[in-house]
């Protein structure tokens, strides 16, 4: 592993069941982030942690949980799916403010 | 309150154009970070760039140039002679040390979708 991974990279799920997006990193960061993205609205925080133990809402948390157990694992769930839960997620990394963030490639979700 | 502001929606230019792509930004901060990330259609998110308050020296690298002025809350970004590779949404965003509850959080600009045509 190098930077950050996600999984799956694609899904398609059936509205009202339960799904958790993984996101791993080997870089030791102390935050990580969930985003979504889609068409014409940019990038919206969902959920945050700026170190293990600790989670915050984002811009977009409804529908959405996380939980930080460890430094290297932020898994985002969906408990119950919904079609405007279609996007495309984005886990992010960071070790530093000064440094940016690291993006994994991305889950494409479709909910049905 | 922090915000970034990318006003140019969408920017299209021929081939070996240069063209500018505006960052505004908002914040009380006195430390902060700037940065341009690059989202081509592939679809990853590709780091170009971070520049902190207190250094207002112009940056290049290659074709990319980036315009830091303090005075005009602006940092923006211009591709010299583009190529078609360069179309791509560029996102601008800001990170402030005093502003947020956390230190680590970035404020996203809206994106500037750039097409490059042959």
């Known amino acids: 592993i190098a930077g950050i991974t996600q999984a799956p990279t694609s899904q398609i799920l059936a509205a009202g069941r339960r799904m958790t997006l993984r996101c791993t990193q080997d870089m030791r960061h102390n935050a990580m982030y969930w985003y979504r993205q889609d068409l014409g609205l940019g990038l919206r925080l969902i959920h945050y942690s700026n170190t293990a133990g600790t989670t915050g809402k984002g811009e977009v948390p409804d529908g959405y949980s996380v939980s930080r157990a460890n430094t290297d694992d932020f898994p985002l769930t969906l408990a119950s799916a919904v079609p405007s839960q279609t996007s495309v997620y984005f886990c992010a990394s960071s070790g530093d403010s000064g440094f940016g963030y690291t993006f994994g490639s991305g889950t494409r979700l479709t909910v049905v | 309150a922090q915000k970034v502001t990318q006003a140019q929606t969408e920017i299209s230019v021929v081939e070996k154009e240069d063209v500018t792509l505006d960052c505004v930004y908002e914040?009380?901060?006195?430390?902060?970070?700037l940065f341009w990330y690059k989202q081509p259609p592939s679809g990853e998110l590709v780091f170009l760039i971070r520049r902190n308050s207190f250094d207002e020296q112009n940056e290049i690298s290659g074709r990319y140039s980036w315009n830091f002025q303090k005075s005009t809350s602006s940092f923006n970004f211009t591709i010299t002679a583009s190529q078609v590779v360069d179309s791509a949404v560029y996102f601008c965003?800001?990170?402030?040390?005093?502003?947020?509850?956390?230190?680590?959080?970035?404020?996203w600009g809206a994106g500037t979708k750039l097409i490059i045509k042959p």
């Open positions: 914040t009380r901060d006195t430390t902060y970070y």
């Open positions: 965003a800001l990170s402030g040390l005093e502003e947020m509850d956390s230190n680590y959080q970035l404020i």
